[in-house]
């Protein structure tokens, strides 16, 4: 009677071990699926930016000066419950807040290969004071002496905004590392990536005496390093938060509709919320 239950009893562990095993391969499978090669992905998001300062040298037939250590600031809408969705969930109107949108495709498990979109704001901020230097011959703005000394900016010397907007189309390179993982329904990974972009602002622009100016152009490029969480529900469906840094260098801004420039560089912070799904 012993020697049976002994031969029972390792017959249930052995049992038990094996089912342990095959659960153990199973859910290294399932997680090995979460994000396999071949894959691809598509989300929306929007974002919130900061900018560091800057200084912009703006050049024509009438002017040559720079603005120095200029400051400015995002524009997102403003969330409230009439504004989510109007602004943020309408299919007319989804394209005015600060939105996001990537398309990835897996090159191998956990690595990624994206091609996205990013449509941040920037505005000078008004009535801040800023050194300028250079000159301006332009009648009622006149400026002879090249040297450094205090302006303010109001509306009558200039408004410039990359309002319609900073746009940055880049191709980014990522790679995923999951935390914790449930079946095939729910996962949780962090990543981090590096990006390389051209950026077409449509700049808003009115300066001196000159009328409003309004193009879509491309004015430089961009870099940008990123890092964030991708939870996964449902096993197609994500969520993903994510910061952004990144530097651009606009060297080719128009400001005129007679071909005048600005060229400027500057630092930036993005900080993205985005549901997206996985195929």
Same mark, same amino acid.
């Given at each position: 009677?012993?020697?049976?239950?002994?031969?029972?009893?390792?017959?249930?562990?052995?049992?038990?071990?094996?089912? #342990?095993?095959?659960?153990?391969?199973?859910?290294?499978?399932?997680?090995?699926?979460?994000?396999?090669?071949?894959?691809?992905?598509?989300?929306?998001?929007?974002? $919130? !930016?900061?900018?560091?300062?800057?200084?912009?040298?703006?050049?024509?037939?009438?002017?040559?000066?720079?603005?120095?250590?200029?400051?400015?600031?995002? $524009?997102?809408?403003?969330?409230?419950?009439?504004?989510?969705? =109007? $602004?943020?969930? #309408?299919?007319?109107?989804?394209?005015?807040?600060? %939105?996001?949108?990537?398309?990835?495709?897996?090159?191998?498990?956990?690595?990624?290969? #994206?091609?996205?979109?990013?449509?941040?704001?920037?505005?000078?901020?008004? *009535?801040?004071?800023?050194?300028? #230097?250079?000159?301006?011959?332009?009648?009622?703005?006149?400026? !002879?002496?090249?040297?450094?000394?205090?302006?303010?900016?109001?509306?009558?010397?200039?408004? /410039?905004?990359?309002?319609?907007?900073?746009?940055?189309? !880049?191709?980014?390179?990522?790679?995923?590392?999951?935390?914790?993982?449930?079946?095939?329904? /729910? =996962?949780?990974?962090?990543?981090?990536?590096?990006?390389?972009?051209?950026?077409?602002?449509?700049?808003?622009?009115?300066?001196? *005496?000159?009328? $409003?100016? *309004?193009?879509?152009?491309?004015?430089? %490029?961009?870099?940008?390093?990123?890092?964030?969480?991708?939870?996964?529900?449902?096993?197609?469906?994500?969520?993903?938060?994510?910061?952004?840094?990144?530097?651009?260098?606009?060297? =080719?801004?128009?400001?005129?509709?007679?071909? =005048?420039?600005?060229?400027? !560089? /500057?630092?930036?912070?993005?900080?993205?919320?985005?549901?997206? %799904?996985?195929?």
């Amino acid at each position: 009677m012993r020697y049976k239950l002994d031969k029972t009893l390792k017959a249930l562990l052995i049992i038990a071990c094996l089912f #342990s095993l095959v659960s153990q391969a199973n859910a290294e499978e399932i997680k090995e699926k979460i994000r396999q090669q071949g894959q691809l992905y598509g989300y929306w998001g929007w974002n $919130r !930016s900061q900018y560091s300062d800057s200084d912009i040298h703006f050049k024509g037939d009438d002017h040559d000066f720079t603005l120095h250590n200029t400051s400015a600031k995002d $524009r997102q809408n403003e969330v409230t419950p009439s504004s989510l969705f =109007d $602004r943020y969930l #309408s299919p007319v109107n989804l394209t005015i807040p600060q %939105y996001n949108y990537r398309f990835g495709y897996f090159v191998a498990d956990d690595w990624a290969v #994206s091609l996205g979109f990013d449509h941040m704001k920037y505005v000078v901020e008004e *009535d801040q004071v800023v050194g300028i #230097s250079g000159t301006i011959s332009t009648p009622g703005f006149e400026k !002879s002496n090249p040297a450094l000394e205090n302006k303010e900016i109001n509306r009558e010397f200039l408004s /410039f905004e990359h309002t319609d907007g900073l746009n940055m189309i !880049s191709i980014e390179t990522e790679y995923f590392h999951s935390l914790w993982n449930h079946g095939r329904d /729910f =996962d949780f990974a962090l990543f981090a990536g590096a990006g390389l972009g051209a950026m077409i602002p449509k700049t808003n622009v009115k300066m001196l *005496d000159y009328k $409003r100016n *309004d193009e879509f152009h491309l004015a430089g %490029y961009a870099t940008s390093i990123k890092g964030g969480f991708e939870f996964t529900f449902f096993h197609n469906w994500f969520f993903r938060g994510l910061v952004k840094f990144g530097y651009t260098n606009l060297g =080719d801004v128009l400001t005129t509709g007679q071909g =005048d420039t600005a060229a400027q !560089s /500057f630092y930036f912070e993005e900080y993205i919320g985005a549901v997206g %799904y996985r195929f």
